[in-house]
C-alpha cells in the first residue's frame, strides 16, 4: 500500500451540479480545491432530476410570490448568461433540451390567477400561446384550457454534469471509501486500489444530498438531525409516438398536478413525470404508481392511448435542511458545525446562489487560497447513467 499526505484548502465530498459548480468557482478564486465522491457524477439527485432551470413560476399557483419564489428568480438569467458563455462558469457547450417551457390548464384558470399573471411583475416572465401556436402535445381540439409560455430552460443532466467537470478533472476523484476519525472534522484517509492518502483541509464541505447526515455523524459524535428527505416516485413512459413537450399541468394546490419533460432513449421520446403524482405516490406500489399515471395522463390528453407504452417508475430521495414543520427551504441551505459545512442547493437551479454562500462564509471564516497542491495520483470520476438509460 503506498501512502501520501496531501493538505488543501478546501475538499468538497459529494461531485452532483452543487458540488461541481462550486468546485468552478473555487478554483477560479485560486482555492486549492478538490471533489472526492464514492459514485459516479451526479449519481444522485443530479441525473434523477428533470433538468428544469426554475425561476419560481410554479411556486406561484396561489397568486402571489411566495418566498421560494423571490429567492429563485434571477435563477434562470443567471444560468442562461452561462449557457450563453457569458456567465461565471462557461456551459455553452451543455445541451438545452428546451430553452422554454409551458405552463398549462385544463380547465380555465380563475380570475385571481389570471389577474396574478397580468401583473407587472409577472408579465414579462409570462406569455399567453395563442391557439395557432400551441405545442403539439396540446394541439387538438378537445383540449380546452389556458396556456402559457415560461422563459426556463430544460438541460440534459448527462451533459451539464459532463461539461461542469471537465475543466476541473485533475481535481475530481473517485474514491473506494472515506476513513473519517471521529472528532477531527479536518481530515480525510481515503483508498483506492494500492493507494492510501491522508489529506487535510482548511475546510470540508459536505455537498453529499441525502448522505451529508451520515458523513456529518462520522466526523462528529451527534445525534441530532439536519437534514429531512423528500421522497418521490417519479414514472416514465417511452414511445415513438410521444411528442417532445416540457410543461407544467396546474392543478388545485400550490405544486402542478404534474410536470412533463421530455427525453430520449434510442429511438424513443421519454416523458419524466414529476410534480404530484410523484410526491403523492410515494407509499404505493410501482404497479400502482405506473395505474395512476396513466390514468392522470388519460384525464389531461383523453384524445392520446398511454397504455401500449413502456412505463417504469424511479423512486428519489431529494435531500433538503430539516424544518420544523417538513416544509420545504425556501432557498439554497448553508450550516456551519465546527469545522464543517453542511450544504444543500435544495433545487438545482439554486447550485450558483449556495457557492455565493459558502465562499462568503469561507471569507467570512478567513479561509483564503493557499499554495499551490499537486494533484493527487488517482482514477477520475465518469459520469452516472441517466435513469431511462
Known sequence: ???????????????????LWLLNRLRQQHYQAIILDTHHLGAGQSCAAQGIVHGGLKYSLQGNLSTSAQAIA??????????????????????????????????QLS??????????????RIQIVERNAYPKALDNK????????LPEPVLNMQSLLRHLSQP???????????????????????????????LTAKKIILCAGKNNQTLLQQFIATKKQYMQLRPL?????????LPVFYAHCLGKGINPRMTITSHYREDAIVWYLGGEIAEQGVNI???????????????????????????????VERAEEKQLLHTRPS??????????????????????????????????????????VQPLVLDSVSVASLPWE
Open 233 to 241: 416516485q417519479m414514472p416514465m413512459l417511452w414511445s415513438k409516438d
Open 168 to 198: 476541473q478533472k485533475p481535481f475530481i476523484y473517485q474514491v473506494d471509501e472515506y476513513n473519517i476519525e471521529q472528532g477531527n472534522s479536518q481530515q480525510i484517509v481515503i483508498t483506492q486500489k494500492d493507494k492510501c492518502y491522508t
Open 1 to 19: 500500500m503506498i501512502k501520501n499526505n496531501a493538505q488543501f484548502d478546501v475538499i468538497i465530498l459529494g461531485g452532483g451540479v452543487a458540488g
Open 285 to 315: 406500489p410501482k404497479n400502482q404508481q405506473i395505474e395512476k399515471a396513466q390514468q392522470a395522463l388519460q384525464a389531461i390528453f383523453p384524445w392520446r392511448d398511454f397504455s401500449s407504452m413502456q412505463w417504469r417508475t424511479l423512486f
Open 142 to 149: 378537445a383540449f380546452q384550457g389556458n396556456v402559457y409560455q
Open 331 to 372: 432557498t439554497a441551505s448553508l450550516l456551519v458545525i465546527e469545522h464543517l459545512y453542511l450544504a444543500w442547493p435544495t433545487k438545482m437551479a439554486m447550485a450558483p446562489l449556495l457557492a455565493d454562500r459558502i465562499i462568503e462564509q469561507l471569507q467570512k471564516d478567513d479561509i483564503n487560497p493557499g499554495n499551490k
Open 111 to 124: 380570475s385571481k390567477l389570471l389577474t396574478f399573471f397580468a401583473g407587472k411583475t409577472l408579465k414579462a
Open 74 to 107: 434571477d435563477m434562470p438569467q443567471r444560468w442562461k448568461d452561462c449557457l450563453q458563455g457569458q456567465g461565471e462558469i462557461d456551459l455553452s457547450q451543455v445541451q438545452q433540451l428546451s430553452e422554454k417551457q409551458y405552463l398549462f390548464s385544463t380547465q
